[in-house]
């Protein structure tokens, strides 16, 4: 059985609706592709619960496409990167700066926002864009001392939505909760419901980070919820998966101009790690310049390994 699920539960009578997700496996492929780079515990923990997050957030919004939450650090972490796709499969990266020290109880703040420089979006990128369209993108204020808070503040901003967010990660594992008071309708009564939403946040609140991490998902539900009938419970496979390929490289050195790509030549060859899974990508010379010439161009891709 996959243990990396992602449960979605919509309570009866009770407009309150919750996201369990576990990513074990996917979360251990993830570190193995990137282990050239062997993040510092505080990093990975931080990376860790960006990637869980990053499933909660794209099935909440159900959107056809790509979620993308991006960090642009000011202090250790230059880069922090979390993307997952529709089909739930999520790849993430961090970069850290030069001759650094990270010690295991850096928070949230001393990792990316020490001076508060630090720049946090959410993109969205459907699957099916229009020709010139640009892909969505809300500013998320670092409003807080965990991603989790982070994100909460940013949900009750920008979508007027009560949410309760938890994630937890360690080297083993990522996970996170998420339950979301939704939008009343018409004939519903107000103030029951404001007393369910309250107790099932406080209920939620009653989850450790150990719990999410380790009880099977089936479990944290039942005992969390047992007294509170459920309409619909899905369960979606979550996996690691990269989307790079020779085609984007040859992009990004096409936007890069002629120059800048003919000074990564070394020994008659540009070297291209994916930042997100580790695949090289090789391009001698000829097929540089062949990027920059329409005619020999394509030629040129044929090559491409
Ligand atoms: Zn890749």
């Known amino acids: 059985m996959n243990q990396d699920t992602l449960h979605r539960i919509l309570f009866q009578n009770a407009p309150v609706k919750g996201e369990l997700v576990q990513l074990p496996n996917t979360w251990q492929t993830l570190l193995s592709t990137n282990q050239k780079r062997h993040y510092p515990a505080a990093v990975e923990r931080l990376l860790g619960q960006m990637v869980a997050a990053s499933v ?116 083993e594992s990522c996970a996170g909760l998420l339950l979301q008071k939704l939008p009343l309708h018409g004939g519903s009564n107000t103030e029951d ?34 007294q509170y009938p459920i309409e619909q419970h899905t369960i979606q496979d979550c996996q690691f998966g990269c989307t790079c390929s020779p085609t984007k490289v040859s992009n990004m050195l096409t936007m890069l101009g002629k120059e800048e790509a003919l000074s990564m030549v070394k020994n008659g060859q540009v070297d291209v790690a994916c930042d997100f899974c580790g695949q090289e990508y090789i391009l001698n010379e000829a097929q540089i310049h062949g990027l920059f010439e329409p005619d020999a161009a394509q030629k040129a891709a044929a090559q491409l390994h």
């Open 56 to 171: 909660l957030l794209s099935a909440n919004l159900k959107f056809d496409g790509s979620l993308i939450m991006q960090i642009h650090g000011d202090g250790p972490i230059q880069l922090l990167v979390a993307e997952c796709r529709s089909d739930l499969t999520v790849r993430a990266t961090a970069k850290l700066r030069e001759h650094i020290t990270v010690t295991d109880d850096m928070g949230l703040k001393q990792l990316i926002n020490g001076n508060g420089q630090a720049h946090f979006a959410i993109t969205l990128d459907p699957n099916d864009k229009m020709p010139g369209q640009q892909p969505y993108q809300g500013i998320v204020p670092l409003d807080g001392d965990t991603m989790a808070e982070v994100l909460m503040h940013y949900m009750h901003s920008s979508e007027q939505l009560d949410t309760h967010i938890q994630l937890a990660s360690t080297h």
């Open 193 to 226: 419901n404001a007393h369910i939403w309250d107790e099932l946040n406080h209920i939620a609140q009653t989850l450790s980070d150990d719990e999410l991490l380790n009880t099977p998902s089936d479990t944290i539900l039942h005992q969390l919820f047992w």
